[in-house]
């Protein structure tokens, strides 16, 4: 059965620093989101991204994010200056197409800021 | 207007019971309510799914029971196993605000052998 997939599994990084975590969505969806779930609390939205841009965004979302289908397959998350509150985890969906509401999650990314 | 409320926060059901899981929201334009199952390390994976247009929607040991003028849902584990203890969240979609899903708080479910 086909699956979201993510890499790395678990990223470290010192506050300040850039990071790229990556997604390859299931291969023919087209809509694609990025969601973040801080520990031991619920999932929240960041971001969708459709046709090559981004059709929607939460407030989380700022000017030190930005997304990016780089290539057919793949579909990355920068957080240009970490602080320590972006420690959490990020997961990646995807679904089929507008009218298709079910989204499919990867396993996620444990992001620790230092 | 955005949240959906979930509860119990925890539930400790004994093997073969019947689990409960309630979600509440005041977001009349919530058009679509999921139910995500998420074990520890992993990423949360779609259970079952409502539309408001049906009041209850069944997939083997998992009814999603749908209150639409109570604006409430609720998921039902018939036949509770060690295997479904995991956290559960609702989540829900509004139809006038793209397809971002807002989700619940997470309910933490431990079925004792």
């Known amino acids: 059965e086909p699956e979201v997939t993510q890499t790395p599994s678990h990223q470290v990084t010192q506050m300040g620093q850039e990071v790229i975590l990556r997604c390859v969505p299931i291969s023919n969806h087209l809509y694609f989101y990025w969601y973040r779930q801080i520990l031991g609390q619920k999932v929240e939205f960041l971001v969708s991204f459709y046709n090559n841009e981004i059709s929607e965004k939460s407030e989380i979302f700022d000017d030190q994010f930005s997304v990016e289908r780089p290539d057919g397959s793949n579909f990355t998350l920068k957080i240009r200056s970490t602080k320590l509150e972006d420690s959490a985890m990020y997961f990646c969906?995807?679904?089929?197409?507008?009218?298709?509401?079910?989204?499919?999650f990867g396993p996620g990314t444990r992001l620790t800021v230092t | 207007q955005q949240q959906v409320k979930q509860s119990p926060q925890s539930l400790i059901v004994q093997k073969g019971g019947i689990s409960i899981i309630n979600c509440a929201y005041e977001n009349t334009a919530f058009d679509y309510f999921p139910w995500y199952q998420q074990f520890p390390g992993k990423g949360p994976a779609l259970l079952i799914a409502i539309r408001p247009d049906v009041s209850e929607k069944k997939e083997g040991r998992f009814t999603i029971s749908f209150n639409k003028s109570a604006k409430q849902f609720s998921l039902h584990i018939m036949d509770s196993q060690p295997g479904d203890s995991a956290t559960y969240f609702c989540?829900?979609?509004?139809?006038?605000?793209?397809?971002?899903?807002?989700f619940g708080e997470g309910t933490q479910l431990t079925v004792n052998p």
């Open positions: 989540a829900a979609k509004d139809e006038t605000s793209g397809s971002r899903l807002t």
């Open positions: 969906a995807s679904s089929k197409d507008r009218g298709t509401y079910e989204q499919y």
